[in-house]
């Protein structure tokens, strides 16, 4: 049994725990945080088993038996935590991006690679269905060759303080984009050369700004003295002479057009992905454009970033196997000397040379591991086989349980109407929800925002979260599910109308990922029984 530590209980962290705790052969035995509500949280998603809580990461390797250790903290804090995993004798999955600057990278992953611990990073694309699924059709020649990548990330900000402060976490593009460079060199299959970007603050600057983030822990939080790019356009040219082009905009606001990417080959084939839920490809040899078939649920159960269960999945095997990770400390710093070099381009004003980072200790250990990073993609995980099930479907009695929730929650002023949220009615159903054991017992694992949307356009969200139930702000771009009412639909559903009739016919309108929540049925219909007793 592999002994899991989590270092770092925000969203990251809960997403590493309730992965790990899935996976046949390890279990998650040690938490570290500073904050006592972010340890008592990891309690609460572990139930009754037992695990030890620490306020210090020192402290936990010493004490605690663990075989390896998540590092989940902001980036500032990675390297010292990670450094000290490994001295302890551990194995390490570390969030990206490595540290700051490149000298701290470079030195930890020198100090690294010296020792037999594994070190994976967190770069999840590398471990999803649908980029491995391109990756395998830019290797298989469908495209020819790669000579054109794009990305186009338009979202809002960071949700916390520290993402604005440079010194801490190395920047916008570094932070956000290491990823999609690190995309760029997967799909073009050769090394950077130069960097040119044109970059700035358009909005979030001064000396205090007020956050736009959907996923803010504190919606009202005001940025102190922001010193990041809010905005970016980014050309990277490869030693092939392929190009890859990003561009960044962290000002948006709701509804969010959201993250694109693209792919472009020499033979006129092309492909596209759009929000990490659809991959379209087509033209020359491919024909028409169609959509790929990908699933885009069993890489990560529903439970964080796409590919963040296979990260964890293939973790545990290279602890096992000791293989190099294919998410590993050599690819993730070619990423983030990409992003550096966009930096620095926009602050010099020129175009900047890759060899401008290079490192002779760092290129011997690329010698060392050429063959580990010249590995092809590994195949995405095959689509499950759906169930055959009895009638009703757990999906039918999913759909009737949310909107019996609907039903009770949300009060008509009179029929046909739809009212507000009422948040005094709701916050005394989450109050009992949080202190229901059976509720958590039968809800743990779940996670989802539920976005309710009725006929004169009013908004809710509810959060369900391992076993606890949370109003949120409505943001639409971060809904699983959308429950939507037309004026007919919403009269008839209280008129005594079949709930299952009323989304056949599209008077009710369902959207999203429907069977995310499938599991969780008989925990939605112990809501409808808590909220009677309010």
């Known amino acids: 049994m592999k002994r899991i530590g989590i270092v770092g209980m925000g969203e990251n962290g809960t997403m590493h725990l309730r992965g790990f705790e899935r996976i046949d052969g390890c279990e998650v035995t040690a938490v570290c945080d500073p904050l006592p509500k972010r340890r008592e949280l990891a309690q609460n998603l572990l139930g009754d088993k037992q695990v030890q809580l620490f306020s210090s990461y020192k402290t936990m390797f010493k004490q605690a038996e663990l075989d390896a250790v998540a590092v989940c903290t902001p980036t500032f804090a990675h390297t010292p935590i990670a450094r000290a995993a490994i001295d302890a004798g551990l194995d390490v999955l570390m969030e990206k991006p490595i540290a700051p600057t490149l000298e701290e990278t470079d030195a930890f992953i020198i100090h690294a690679l010296a020792t037999d ?8 694309y590398r471990y999803s269905n649908l980029y491995r699924t391109l990756g395998q059709m830019a290797e298989r020649g469908d495209f020819g060759p790669v000579m054109m990548a794009w990305c186009q990330e338009h979202r809002d900000n960071f949700p ?23 995309l760029f060199s997967w799909f073009i299959n050769a090394r950077p050369v130069r960097v040119v970007a044109l970059g ?3 909005v979030v600057k001064g000396k205090s700004v ?10 009202d939080l005001m940025i102190k003295n922001p010193d990041i790019v809010d905005h970016a356009n980014v050309i990277v040219e490869y030693e092939n002479g392929a190009m890859g082009n990003l561009s960044l905009c962290m000002y948006e606001a709701e509804p969010l057009e959201g993250l694109k990417f693209g792919v472009m080959g020499t033979n006129g084939a092309h492909a596209q992905t759009i929000k990490d839920i659809v991959l379209n490809a087509g033209g020359g040899p491919l024909g028409e454009i169609e959509e790929v078939p990908v699933d885009y649920f069993n890489d990560n159960h529903g439970i964080g970033h796409i590919g963040c269960q296979v990260q964890h999945s293939e973790f545990i095997k290279r602890m096992d196997d000791r293989q190099f990770p294919y998410a590993n400390l050599l690819l993730a710093r070619e990423s983030m000397v990409i992003s550096m070099a966009a930096e620095q381009a926009i602050v010099d004003k020129r175009s900047v040379l890759i060899s401008e980072y290079d490192n002779p200790g760092i290129t011997k250990l690329l010698k060392r591991h050429a063959k ?10 095959p689509a499950p086989v759906p169930r055959v099930e009895k009638e009703p479907t757990p999906q039918e009695e999913l759909i009737n349980t949310l909107l019996m929730l609907v039903k009770m929650i949300f009060k008509p002023k009179v029929k046909g109407k739809f009212k507000e949220f009422d948040k005094d009615l709701f916050q005394k159903l989450a109050d009992k929800l949080n202190k229901d054991k059976k509720f958590l017992d039968m809800s743990r694992g779940m996670s989802a925002r539920v ?14 979260r391992d076993g606890h139930a949370f109003p949120v702000p409505f943001k639409e771009a971060h809904a699983e599910v959308t429950v939507k009412f037309t004026k007919e639909g919403w009269k008839d559903l209280f008129a005594g109308t079949n709930v299952q009739n ?4 599209r008077k009710i309108i369902l959207t999203g990922r429907i069977a995310q929540l499938r599991p969780y049925t008989e925990a939605m219909i112990h809501v409808t029984d808590v909220i009677k007793k309010i």
């Open 210 to 219: 007020k956050i736009n983030c959907g996923y803010a822990p504190d919606p």
């Open 372 to 381: 580990d990073m010249a590995r092809p993609t590994p195949a995405p995980l």
């Open 160 to 182: 916390t303080q520290w993402f604005f402060e440079t010194k801490k976490s190395g920047g916008a593009i570094l932070d956000k984009d290491c990823h999609h460079f690190d």
């Open 451 to 464: 976005a309710f949307e009725g006929p004169d356009d009013s908004k809710a969200m509810v959060e369900f």
């Open 200 to 202: 700035g603050q358009h």
């Open 117 to 124: 611990r594994i070190v994976q990073v967190g770069l999840v």
């Open 502 to 505: 009323l989304v056949m016919s």
